[in-house]
């Protein structure tokens, strides 16, 4: 039987599971096959967390399965199997079994991984040179090497919904980039939100209700929990659990809760929940953090979205279809819309904007190694060991956990930005590398120098006190700043203000801090930096 010619090879990678990507346009089953790879080095560049690995890899394979009902060809490399251990390794695997005459796939959304791609296609060409060179000496002709040495093409991201040309154009040459102002532009672009009477108006007079989502539980704490959708683990999640307890024994976390969709319909039952259970009260109290108050009135939907089993235009207009249904809370709907809408898209168009210089980034000049209890939870800090705990257990913590804690430790505890991104990159089940590096290395860390923030997002421990239950029976006391007792959010934080005195004063949004720091005496100051210096030696063991 005469072999049937492979036409494209459409690679399909893990965070891109969306069933009308632009890599299956024009797709034929007759010539065409689906190539998914998965390969040991996506869990071990960084430190991956357990669950992470199990989501991707869980998805992956149902993805796979659902292509092949449509009675598509796949060829899908798995661990326990292939034993890939880059996606490169892979991909020259397949392209040596299907001779395909092009690859074709959607732009990754990480620059590592697609260098690493086009790395090994340009091997092929370069090695396919080599043989014709060799076979023209020997024989005076040219041989055919047309079917070893296939073309590479990337297609646009259909998923987002605003294309990297189109931000690329908004952001132009500025220098300082804002979200508030791409949110507008695609609220307009979408009319989201907008007002039926004034079109270019927003609904509510005012696009940002942000000032109305910052409540803390009090001291009651948190009441009328809603509840978050569970998810049966069949026999392929199984499957990737056993796989990963095996193959990743000694990574953090742990499996025994595993309660992630791995489906679109597991996503789109996620929506619903969120959407019927939690949305109405989303707003208010979304930044509040409580002692083992895991999800609380989050989403939840961040994951689902990375791994594209849902289209973010399709959750906007769920919430927005809902506040006009039921007459939900502006503030609510708006602050989650904005998520999704404007951070998520914004993140993504920075990114790719300012890669790779974004990775390296260090604006503070920062070196402090990541104290080793970020992999355990094991300090004396009781805001860190609940956030990190939780975020050990599920795979999981909110934004102001990642950016008010576990990140604004990571500022004024000096800690080297590379280190810190490479932690959340491993930890969070929502993180891939478009959204994680600039989340955490500009907004986090202020590690670029504020290309989209006005101030460094540091605070005391007062701050913590204030929005969480932390605080109680911790080790530390937040309002001192200098003994013993001091808390660590404390001494750091007077202590980053000492160093960058000059910076903050010149910045009218850091003004006010500097006038605290200025009202302390030089005695409280030099003590201030003595304490801190000895924290600063001894990160382990705070």
Not at 150 to 166: I, M, N, T
Not at 281 to 301: I, V
Request: charged letters at 25%.
């Amino acid at each position: 039987m005469k072999k049937i010619q492979c036409r494209r090879l459409v690679l399909i990678l893990g965070d891109q599971l969306d069933e009308a990507s632009s890599a299956f346009e024009d797709f034929d089953p007759a010539q065409d096959r689906v190539l998914m790879v998965e390969a040991f080095e996506e869990s071990t560049h960084v430190w991956s967390h357990k669950i992470r690995t199990t989501l991707f890899l869980s998805a992956m394979r149902h993805f796979a399965e659902g292509l092949r009902e449509r009675g598509w060809l796949v060829d899908y490399r798995a661990l326990d199997t292939d034993g890939d251990q880059t996606i490169s390794e892979g991909l020259l695997a397949a392209i040596a079994a299907h001779q395909p005459l092009a690859i074709v796939g959607v732009e990754p959304g990480d620059m590592r991984v697609r260098q690493q791609i086009e790395n090994a296609v340009k091997s092929i060409a370069v090695g396919a040179r080599v043989q014709t060179a060799t076979s023209l000496k020997a024989t005076k002709t040219v041989p055919k090497v047309s079917a070893s040495a296939p073309r590479l093409s990337w297609r646009e991201d259909k998923h987002f919904l605003c294309g990297l040309p189109q931000f690329r154009a908004w952001a132009g040459q500025s220098r300082s980039l804002r979200m508030e102002f791409f949110y507008r532009t695609l609220r307009k672009q979408y009319k989201v939100l907008m007002d039926d009477v004034k079109p270019d108006a927003p609904i509510g007079g005012q696009w940002n209700f942000d000032a109305d989502n910052r409540k803390s539980f009090g001291k009651a704490g948190p009441k009328n929990l809603p509840s978050v959708p569970k998810f049966e683990l069949d026999d392929i999640t199984k499957d990737v659990i056993d796989l990963v307890n095996t193959h990743f024994a000694d990574h953090p976390g742990q499996l025994d809760d595993f309660n992630w969709p791995v489906t679109r319909l597991q996503a789109l039952q996620a929506l619903q929940s969120f959407i019927d259970e939690r949305l109405p009260q989303f707003g208010p109290h979304e930044d509040a953090m409580w002692t083992h108050l895991e999800f609380g009135w989050h989403s939840l939907l961040s994951s689902s979205l990375n791994l594209k089993l849902l289209n973010p235009l399709e959750v906007v207009l769920a919430a927005e279809a809902a506040y006009k249904k039921h007459g939900l809370d502006l503030a609510s709907v708006e602050g989650f819309i904005r998520q999704v809408l404007g951070w998520r898209e914004f993140m993504r168009g920075v990114y790719f904007l300012d890669m790779p210089e974004l990775k390296t980034a260090n604006h503070y000049g920062h070196t402090q190694p990541l104290p080793k209890w970020y992999w355990t939870g094991d300090t004396h800090m009781n805001c860190m060991k609940q956030c990190i705990g939780q975020t050990l257990k599920n795979g999981y913590s909110h934004h102001i956990q990642r950016l008010m804690v576990t990140g604004m430790f990571g500022v004024t505890a000096e800690l080297s930005p590379q280190q810190v991104c490479d932690w959340y990159l491993a930890v969070y089940v929502d993180a891939v590398e478009w959204v994680e590096l600039p989340n955490t290395a500009g907004m986090a860390l202020f590690a670029n120098g504020g290309r989209f923030t006005s101030k460094p997002y540091v605070a005391s421990g007062a701050y913590v006190k204030r929005m969480s239950n932390y605080c109680a029976g911790c080790k530390y006391e937040p309002e001192s700043r200098v003994g013993n007792d001091a808390c660590p959010m404390t001494t750091l934080y007077w202590n980053f203000l000492d160093k960058h005195e000059a910076s903050f004063a010149g910045n009218p949004r850091t003004a006010l801090m500097v006038k605290n720091l200025q009202r302390m005496t030089p005695e409280l100051r030099a003590q201030v930096r003595e304490r801190a210096g000895e924290m600063l030696a001894d990160l382990d063991n705070l």
